[in-house]
């Protein structure tokens, strides 16, 4: 097996041996571009690595030959105090996980190659600078040691000279804080080849790194992957101020706008912009600077994103005027901006439509739905900082990602305010609403992490004090404690104080123009779950062709009709329970009429009353007290009424279609309350098309029952109020049992159509509780991989479509994204 590769024995295609890092790499020294020379050992030698676990290189590996080419290649010797090659061990899997796992820099000094440097350049700081990096860095990842008595080492230099920035530090600085360094970590192996091999191991380890292990599986990457493993001459942005390093997009990956963008730093190297350590500057003040190498920058950058069909995301490095590629891939983008570029992309004639509609992350469109500030709201601004991610959003101040983990699990709404993220913040930035970071730029991590989720982000807001052991924000006068309200807007940088009105930004024409690529091809019809007319016409809105599922006891929760429902629940006869059914159905018939209204001309499927009744019914003294003062019974009769219809278990109880089965005069109600709206709605000159829908049937023998009791209360109705419609019946399969007789029951006389509810489907077929397996699936989801609410999530609604369904139905937030689903699945 061959296990390394040099740059010209690869290429993009590549990417599961080489990483994408590696992959690209060998893709733009094809083209000609300007990379550093480096060799890749592949992913599958960092599974040998694991396979093996004796905790050293695998046997068989061998980069010898590879190293002399790089030798041969720069004129320069590993380990030779002369013409020393310093070089870069760089982690990269096979899908981008940025930053998550480990990088050596500058490997391959020692105390004699660095006065071999000093004596060869006469560039002191440079040397000291490189090298104090180096052995940071070195007893970072590869000893594993902690950084902060490092940067310790580095403040307390700065404080008693009085300046702040790395670039006031002076050569004597360097060489102080590597002598200091030296005794924080005598370890560090001065045989390069010793230190090669270990940053070797430190990478392939920094695979299992838990923070690596956790961004797999948010984003499903597959455990058994590997990371591959460059290693590549280095290039010096901090010789001088002809050099520096910077980070540019073919487009802007928060808009999307059609204009390079990026930024850079002077005199600096590795990490400096994406640490958010200086506050980097535009690459517009790049092109003023060194116009010719931002000049042959842009050439590169139209080329690749041509050459890939896509935006790309681009590292580099500048050495003495010379330009060094160092990184390319398909950059990162907002959800806006995924659908700004794809849509100027089918413009520009770069794609086409169908293959633009499948770069689009189905998953993030909810953005669009979600609000951005409403222009006109009034407003306190209390800070500002640049513009990360858009998106605006409203919450409690919290000051660690735990905090904002916990504060979210209860349901709150909150804000993460960091002086910068790092790798470790993922979960509070997965659990915050926004985030807001004092420091970094914009490609700085909080800026590409959050964008990557679709947060809005707000950083170097660099006005704002963050105080993580007092949990203060201070901004100018204002002083915010953990849990003050800010609202932030990733679109303007803006921050704040308190709520702000804001409102939907559904309206964005490309999002539109997404949206029709979708509905052009997709087969599957897109319903929603609605049960209010407000409800309805939100979906209604946003695209959906009708209604699959309205729950019909929801008309029943407000405080005039539960009383209604109760009575008719404790009533004791069933004259009684009728005269009560009759007040009902006087109140249903009104919501269905207007429900029918708003989704006029499409299909509505009423739901026949679901939940176990005791479930309407009062616990407590009080309210049992006054219900029985209401219907004019003694309190031992609603007392027994609630104990008598009291389950254990009342996801298996006493419900669905079993109510009908016992009470015929409750669906009988409810029959002609969806009867009766439709024929006053067709009177009026309107299209209702209501359905009727049966839950929670099991056997074929319970419909038997059902059905005729519906379309005789139905025609019935029809013939009082003289009017002629067809409603529909059919049932909703959410028992394994139905599902298994599938044939049988929609087989039964009267029955039209069936649906699948997946809810207690799952929760029936799995045996979970669907109210308590929270506290278990997420264990699942990491290893499994179960769906939510399937029929507004992608994968479930592709595969609906590979089954050759007519429909599914979701909440009406999720209709949008059903829709894309479903035409990427016919694309
Ligand atoms: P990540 O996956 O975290 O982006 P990289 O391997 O890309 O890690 O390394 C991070 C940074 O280190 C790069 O963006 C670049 O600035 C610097 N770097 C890596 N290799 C080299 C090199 N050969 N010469 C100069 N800088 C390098
Ligand atoms: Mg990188
Ligand atoms: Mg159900």
């Known amino acids: 097996t061959k296990r390394v590769y040099l740059l010209n024995e690869g290429n993009k295609d590549m990417k599961m041996l080489l990483g994408g890092k590696g992959a690209n790499l060998c893709e733009m020294a094809k083209l000609e571009l300007p990379v550093p020379p480096a060799f890749i050992i592949t992913t599958e030698t960092c599974l040998e690595y694991f396979k093996e676990g004796t905790g050293d290189l695998p046997k068989a590996l061998d980069y010898e030959v590879q190293l002399k080419a790089l030798e041969d290649d720069t004129g320069k010797k590993f380990g030779d105090p002369t013409t020393p090659l310093l070089v870069s061990v760089r982690s990269g899997a096979p899908a981008s996980m940025p930053g998550m796992m480990d990088t050596v820099l500058n490997l391959g000094l020692n105390d004699e190659i660095v006065q071999g440097i000093i004596d060869t350049t006469g560039n002191e700081r440079f040397a000291y600078d490189t090298y104090r990096r180096f052995l940071n860095m070195y007893s970072d990842v590869v000893m594993e040691m902690d950084k902060e008595p490092f940067e310790e080492v580095i403040d307390k230099i700065k404080k008693k000279k009085g300046i702040k920035l790395d670039l006031e530090m002076e050569a004597s600085d360097w060489k102080q804080v590597v002598a200091e360094f030296k005794n924080l970590n005598p370890n560090v192996p001065m045989d390069p080849r010793e230190q090669l091999r270990g940053a070797i191991l430190a990478v392939f380890r920094s695979w299992n790194n838990d923070r690596a292990i956790r961004y797999r599986s948010y984003n499903g990457i597959p455990d058994a992957w590997g990371t591959a493993v460059s290693v590549q001459a280095m290039a010096y942005g901090n010789m001088n101020d002809a050099c520096g390093t910077g980070v540019a997009f073919s487009r802007n990956p928060s808009t999307g706008e059609n204009k390079f963008f990026g930024e850079f730093l002077a005199n600096a190297a590795g990490e400096d912009v994406v640490a958010g350590i200086r506050t980097p500057q535009p690459l517009e003040e790049m092109a003023q600077k060194w116009p010719e190498v931002y000049a042959e920058l842009f050439k590169y950058q139209e080329q690749l994103e041509k050459y890939y069909g896509d935006m790309q995301d681009i590292e580099f490095t500048v050495e003495n005027g010379r330009l060094y590629m160092l990184q390319c891939r398909n950059g990162k983008r907002t959800a806006k901006a995924s659908v700004k570029i794809a849509v100027d992309m089918v413009k520009e004639g770069t794609l086409s439509a169908q293959e633009a509609l499948l770069r689009i992350p189905a998953n993030q469109m909810d953005f669009f739905l979600h609000p951005t500030l409403d222009p006109k709201a009034k407003k306190t601004l209390i800070g500002e900082g640049l513009p990360a991610s858009p998106g605006a959003a409203t919450g409690k101040i919290v000051f660690t990602p735990d905090d904002a983990e916990a504060m979210a699990n209860l349901g709150q709404d ?414």
């Open 414 to 827: 909150v804000i993460l305010v960091r002086k910068e993220t790092t790798p470790e913040d993922i979960h509070g930035m997965k659990s915050a609403q926004g985030v807001l970071t004092a420091l970094g730029g914009m490609t700085s991590h909080a800026a590409v992490v959050a964008r990557g989720m679709g947060k809005c982000c707000v950083s170097g807001c660099t006005a704002a004090e963050v105080d993580v052991k007092t949990k203060t924000l201070t901004l100018g006068e204002n002083k915010l404690k953990e849990h003050d309200v800010v609202t932030i807007d990733g679109s303007t940088g803006e921050v704040y104080l308190g709520t702000v009105d804001r409102r939907s930004a559904a309206e964005d024409e490309d999002f539109q123009a997404v949206l029709k690529w979708a509905d052009d091809i997709r087969e599957l019809k897109i319903l929603t779950n609605a049960d209010t007319p407000e409800q309805a016409a939100t979906a209604r809105g946003l695209g959906a062709q009708g209604i699959g599922l309205c729950r019909s006891e929801h008309m029943f929760f407000a405080p005039e009709r539960i009383s209604a429902m109760r009575a008719m629940i404790v009533s004791e006869r069933k004259k009684e329970r009728l005269e009560h059914l009759e007040t009902m159905a006087a109140f249903q018939s009104e919501d269905i009429s207007s429900i029918l209204k708003e989704m006029d001309g499409l299909p509505v499927t009423m739901r026949l009353l679901d939940p176990p009744l005791h479930e309407f019914l009062p616990h407590s003294h009080e309210e049992m007290q006054s219900l029985a003062d209401t219907v004019g019974k003694p309190l031992s009769v609603v007392k027994d009424r609630v104990a008598q219809l009291q389950e254990v278990n009342p996801m298996l109880g006493f419900r669905g279609c079993r109510l009908s089965v016992v009470y015929p005069e409750i669906t009988e109600m409810q029959a002609r309350a969806i009867a009766s709206a439709a024929a006053a709605n067709k009177k009026a000159g309107l299209d209702p098309k209501p359905e009727i829908m049966v839950p929670v049937v099991s056997t074929a023998k319970e419909l038997r029952l059902i059905v005729p009791r519906i379309e005789a209360a139905v025609s019935d109705e029809l013939r009082k109020a003289n009017e002629e419609l067809d409603i529909p019946i059919g049932t909703m399969m959410e028992l394994p049992r139905a599902c298994v007789t599938a044939d049988e029951i929609v087989g039964t006389e009267g029955v039209e159509f069936m649906s699948f509810g997946t809810n207690d489907l799952t929760q029936s077929v799995w045996g979970f509780s669907r109210d308590d397996a929270i506290k278990f699936i997420g264990r699942y989801q990491e290893q499994v991989g179960i769906c939510g609410e399937h029929g507004g999530e992608p994968k479930s609604v592709g595969f609906f479509h590979s089954l050759g369904f007519d429909y599914v139905s979701c909440s009406p937030f999720r209709v949008p994204i059903a829709r894309i689903s479903a035409g990427q699945a016919a694309a």
